[in-house]
T-cell receptor, first 117, second 115 residues
Framework: EAGVTQFPSHSVIEKGQTVTLRCDPI?????LYWYRRVMGKEIKFLLH????????ESGMPNNRFLAERTGGTYSTLKVQPAELEDSGVYFC???????????????FGEGSRLTVL | AQSVTQLGSHVSVSEGALVLLRCNYS??????LFWYVQYPNQGLQLLLK??????LVKGINGFEAEFKKSETSFHLTKPSAHMSDAAEYFC?????????????FGGGTRVLVKP
């Protein structure tokens, strides 16, 4: 079974440009999460989708960030316009709904490293 | 609000020696606790988890962790370090009452294993 895949693995852009990160969750996982790690800091929650709906977007830094999950499958995270402080590694994770014996464990992708110059 | 503190951003151990990574958490509700590992150029992989069952949790690759409510701790140990254990380790907490599994992470501890 394929794991969580993220694209691109690394993106280098100029300040002011736009970047779109993509995440393909594990098939059948309704929950999809975005996290970010800025260099030297903790991994921080950005937002949580349940299918195509945003369940919790309390961690989104500002309105330059837009996340979508059309059709409840893959998700995109767009940064427009990018600023220097947006540099970091963006992780995507997916999980099954919690219930019964299932504790809703998160499966993470390898991350997309964003460098804004 | 929940928070996690990992003591020591870098730990160096000799091959064959005990690995001890410290994690303390703060949570207003009974927590679920996790340890994740990130090997170079890879994603986060779950090592083990505590979900209110046994307080001593065994994970993959010989790691285990003990939930101590009185100390609000969930330290990770491995009796004998192997070179392949060199990685960054993250402790995380989630709120079991929440609909999802939103994780709050500690700052991470990078482990260096010396031959």
């Amino acid at each position: 079974e394929a794991g969580v895949t993220q694209f691109p693995s690394h993106s280098v852009i100029e300040k002011g440009q736009t970047v779109t990160l993509r995440c393909d969750p594990i098939s059948g996982h309704d929950n999809l999460y975005w996290y970010r790690r800025v260099m030297g800091k903790e991994i921080k929650f950005l937002l949580h989708f349940v299918k195509e709906s945003k369940q919790d977007e309390s961690g989104m830094p500002n309105n330059r960030f837009l996340a979508e999950r059309t059709g409840g499958t893959y998700s995109t995270l767009k940064v427009q316009p990018a600023e220097l402080e947006d540099s970091g590694v963006y992780f995507c994770a997916s999980s099954q709904p919690r219930g019964g014996m299932n504790t809703g464990e998160l499966f993470f992708g390898e991350g997309s490293r964003l460098t804004v110059l | 609000a929940q928070s996690v503190t990992q003591l020591g951003s870098h730990v160096s151990v000799s091959e064959g020696a005990l690995v001890l990574l410290r994690c303390n958490y703060s949570s207003s509700v009974p927590p679920y606790l996790f340890w994740y590992v990130q090997y170079p150029n890879q994603g986060l992989q779950l090592l083990l988890k505590y979900t209110s069952a046994a307080t001593l949790v065994k994970g993959i690759n010989g790691f285990e962790a003990e939930f101590k409510k009185s100390e609000t701790s969930f330290h990770l140990t491995k009796p004998s370090a192997h070179m392949s254990d060199a990685a960054e380790y993250f402790c995380a907490v989630s709120d079991w009452k929440a609909a999802g599994n939103k994780l709050t992470f500690g700052g991470g501890t990078r482990v260096l294993v010396k031959p």
